[in-house]
């Protein structure tokens, strides 16, 4: 089946390998990212097939306007992915100048994906077999060491899964929450514990990302915990 698939945060990282890997599998694509500018000349940019589209994950209006964007230039579309975060080592006893980066992870982290399914949300019910995929993280599952603001944002984006998963399942709306550890991106560059090479690679979570669009609405896995290392 071709899908018409909304990515966000598209530009780089596991977003943009995705959004690569489902270029090269025949789908269209209307990709959601700060600058369009940064895929320029890139395959992404030249492809009929793909729509460029200004979108800032703490906006809600901006949510709305790449949705119609999406439906002007398509017509429909039937999934979304949500790739688009921020990371913060925010801890538990931050300090009070701290306050507004926490913000920054509820608006992004939580708020991003909220919005964006809202709006999205007719067209998706409208087709029988929308689909939903989040970038979550481990760090939704479980709590290592002192990230306080980004592993409660994750553990809030999770439950936010759970409920898209209820509210839309009759209308066969499928969700899955894709919980990586490492993955060999900028976010993990500083990471001295483990070899990249033995960290989940981007074109690995493309590969899975994919396979769950072709799945039928019977055989959707709510949720994909994605370890390269052994988890307690």
């Known amino acids: 089946m071709t899908r018409t698939v909304l990515i966000s945060g598209a530009s ?3 977003g943009r390998a995705i959004a690569e890997r489902l270029l090269t599998d025949g789908h269209r694509l209307s990709l959601g990212v700060r600058q369009p500018e940064s895929l320029l000349g890139t395959a992404l940019a030249k492809s009929d097939r793909v729509l460029l ?3 800032e994950a703490s906006d809600p209006a901006s949510a709305t306007a790449w949705v119609q964007a999406s439906l002007d230039h398509f017509g429909q579309f039937d999934s979304v992915i949500h790739c688009a975060g ?6 538990l006893l931050f300090e009070d100048t701290q306050e507004s980066e926490i913000q920054q992870l509820w608006d992004v982290n939580v708020m991003g994906p909220w919005t964006l399914t809202r709006s999205a949300w007719p067209q998706l019910a409208s087709h029988g077999s929308g689909r939903i995929v989040v970038l979550v993280s481990m760090s939704g599952k479980r709590s290592k060491g ?8 994750k553990f809030a984006l999770m439950g936010l899964c759970q409920t898209m998963r209820n509210e839309g399942w009759e209308q066969g709306i499928r969700v899955t929450a894709i919980c990586p550890s490492w993955v060999n991106t900028e976010m993990a560059a500083a990471v001295k514990a483990m070899p990249k090479e033995s960290m989940s690679q981007p074109g ?3 590969s899975l990302s994919a396979q769950l669009l072709e799945l039928p609405n019977s055989c959707v ?7 390269c290392n052994l988890e307690a």
């Open 12 to 14: 780089r990282g596991i």
């Open 221 to 227: 896995p709510f949720e994909l915990a994605v370890s």
């Open 86 to 91: 921020v990371f913060s080592r925010v801890p």
């Open 204 to 206: 690995d979570i493309a």
């Open 146 to 153: 002192r990230l306080a603001g980004y592993t409660a944002s």
């Open 53 to 55: 589209q200004p979108y």
